[in-house]
Nanobody, 123 residues
């Protein structure tokens, strides 16, 4: 069992920045990928970014490439999502995810989920 706790959401204006943090109870070899998915009101859940924790390989969906950066601190079992140049369409509940593959996360799937943190970007 992996427990995930997100923090760092909030409200910003277009063009602003936020940093999300996800503290995991452990990094596990059965769920080596950590990342973020999001779900906007009335829309399907979508993957955002993922990191392969053993090697820190990172993956992003096209809509956030160049704006979002995922990183990790293995000593703290923590994954971060730095979000820059935020747009209103980034408004969503963001969930931390642990999964067997990073492709799972980018497809909006996962094994373990956090409770979510809200990100709101105003025009």
């Amino acid at each position: 069992q992996v427990q995930l706790e997100e923090s760092g959401g909030g409200s910003v204006q277009t063009g602003g920045s936020l940093r999300l943090s996800c503290a995991a109870s452990t990094f596990t070899s059965t769920m080596p990928c950590m990342g973020w998915s999001r779900q906007a009101t009335g829309k399907e859940r979508e993957g955002v970014a993922a990191i392969y924790t053993p090697r820190a390989y990172t993956y992003y969906v096209d809509s956030v490439k160049g704006r979002f950066t995922i990183s990790q601190d293995k000593a703290k079992n923590t994954v971060y999502l730095d979000m820059n140049s935020l747009k209103p369409e980034d408004t969503a509940m963001y969930f931390c995810v642990a999964a067997p593959t990073c492709g799972d996360i980018l497809d909006g799937r996962g094994g373990y989920w956090g409770q979510g943190t809200q990100v709101t970007v105003s025009a």
